[in-house]
């Protein structure tokens, strides 16, 4: 689970600390949730999704988590955006749009999937096996998004999408979906522990900018051997403890890992 906690440059951290650590639909300071210093979108992503999501008794009213369209009748989020003290799902999944709260489909959750591994916890525990699966009542017409066979390797260029916060202070959520240039990064380059087989470090190709509060389980992509966007990892939480969203690095799930997973999760409960 994610919370944001008092960090340098962080004012009112306590009370943004005390919606975020309900919310779970935020990112702990220092991960990636929405994109503070992206641009906007420069071109259509059908496949990304946002969950609608809500704290009312940490007053967060207006939250929201990111999502990948992998399947017509299938979107791939965050493990901690389905779970989360006082979380509470809007209970529809909104796809194919470049705005949080108008266009593209919207569909009811007809059910979600949390990793048997994933467990709720702070700091590095906090992103162990942080991915889910959430099934659409029916499907939708537009184009999934491919999982990559495998993370490129450090260096490799990115791309991260998002709805949420542009301000690394606040929740200051963005209504035209964002995007961030990015890059693998090599484990070395997040603190001791954090990126793993599963877990990819990845580093701004911008200054001071990252993803940040909001983000969580949005899509972190890479072109293939074609130029095509596929997907390569799951907004999850900070590489690093008690650094600002803009001071990165950021920590993704990474999804060519768990592609057994997912593809033996749709076919049972399909």
């Given at each position: 689970m994610f919370s944001l906690k008092p960090v340098r440059r962080v004012a009112r951290a306590t009370a943004v600390g005390a919606l975020a650590v309900a919310a779970c639909a935020t990112l702990t300071t220092g991960s990636a949730g929405a994109i503070v210093n992206g641009t906007d979108s420069t071109e259509r992503y059908p496949?990304?999704?946002t969950i609608p999501e809500s704290a009312p008794k940490h007053g967060l009213y207006d939250g929201t988590c990111g999502a990948s369209l992998i399947d017509p009748q299938w979107v791939l989020t965050a493990a901690h955006c389905l779970q989360g003290d006082?979380?509470?799902?809007?209970?529809?999944v909104r796809i194919g749009s470049e705005h949080r709260k108008s266009g593209g489909t919207v569909r009811a959750i007809g059910r979600t999937v949390v990793h048997p591994g994933y467990v709720n916890g702070e700091?590095?525990?906090?992103?162990?096996?942080?991915?889910?699966?959430?099934?659409?009542d029916r499907p939708v017409t537009e184009t999934p998004v491919r999982?990559?066979?495998?993370?490129?390797?450090?260096?490799?260029p990115t791309r991260i999408l998002g709805f949420d916060t542009t301000v690394d202070t606040?929740?200051?959520?963005?209504?035209?979906?964002?995007?961030l240039d990015t890059r693998r990064g090599a484990a070395a380059?997040?603190?001791?522990g954090y990126a793993d087989r599963?877990?990819?470090?990845?580093?701004?190709?911008?200054?001071?900018?990252?993803?940040?509060?909001?983000?969580?389980?949005?899509?972190?992509l890479q072109k293939d051997a074609h130029g095509r966007w596929e997907l390569v990892g799951v907004t999850s939480g900070p590489g690093a403890p008690?650094?600002?969203?803009?001071?990165?690095?950021?920590?993704?799930?990474?999804?060519p890992a768990y592609a057994d997973w997912i593809r033996r999760t749709i076919k049972r409960v399909t």
């Open positions: 496949f990304m999704a006082g979380l509470e799902l809007d209970g529809t700091g590095k525990a906090a992103n162990k096996d942080d991915i889910a699966l959430v099934r659409l999982i990559a066979e495998r993370a490129g390797r450090p260096g490799t606040e929740l200051n959520f963005a209504e035209r979906m964002q995007e380059e997040c603190a001791p599963t877990r990819l470090c990845t580093i701004s190709r911008v200054p001071e900018a990252m993803a940040c509060f909001g983000d969580s389980g949005g899509p972190q008690g650094v600002a969203c803009s001071d990165g690095p950021g920590l993704y799930s990474n999804v």
